[in-house]
Nanobody, 123 residues
Framework: QVQLVESGGGLVQAGGSLRLSCTTS????????MDWFRQAPGKEREFVAA????????LYADSVKGRFTISRDNAKNTVSLQMNSLKPEDTAVYYC????????????????WGKGTLVTVSS
């Protein structure tokens, strides 16, 4: 069982930045595609960003493109999400997720999930 632990959430004003991190002790981290999802109150969980297992491909939701950057450090078993120019509508619980698939952008495609970290953006 792959355990994922997120950190870095918090309260920030609109226009500010936060950096989320997700770590695992899983030795096969470098073979996993890593995603970030988010879920706002009363809404379904939605895809945010993905970084393929081969370290080559990234994908972003249109709503965060140009503001968020996903990165990974296989030596540290860590995937990060740098979030800039935050908006109140970015407020959500952010989840780290992993899959053995080459690339995945749907929640049902993910094999493992973290417990989430709350990001609150005030106006």
């Amino acid at each position: 069982q792959v355990q994922l632990v997120e950190s870095g959430g918090g309260l920030v004003q609109a226009g500010g930045s936060l950096r989320l991190s997700c770590t695992t002790s899983e030795r096969t981290f470098s073979s996993l595609t890593m995603d970030w999802f988010r879920q706002a109150p009363g809404k379904e969980r939605e895809f945010v960003a993905a970084f393929s297992w081969n370290g080559v491909n990234t994908l972003y939701a249109d709503s965060v493109k140009g503001r968020f950057t996903i990165s990974r450090d296989n030596a540290k078993n860590t995937v990060s999400l740098q979030m800039n120019s935050l908006k109140p509508e970015d407020t959500a619980v952010y989840y780290c997720a992993a899959t053995a698939q080459a690339m995945a952008v749907t929640a049902r495609s993910m094999d493992y999930w973290g417990k989430g970290t709350l990001v609150t953006v005030s106006s």
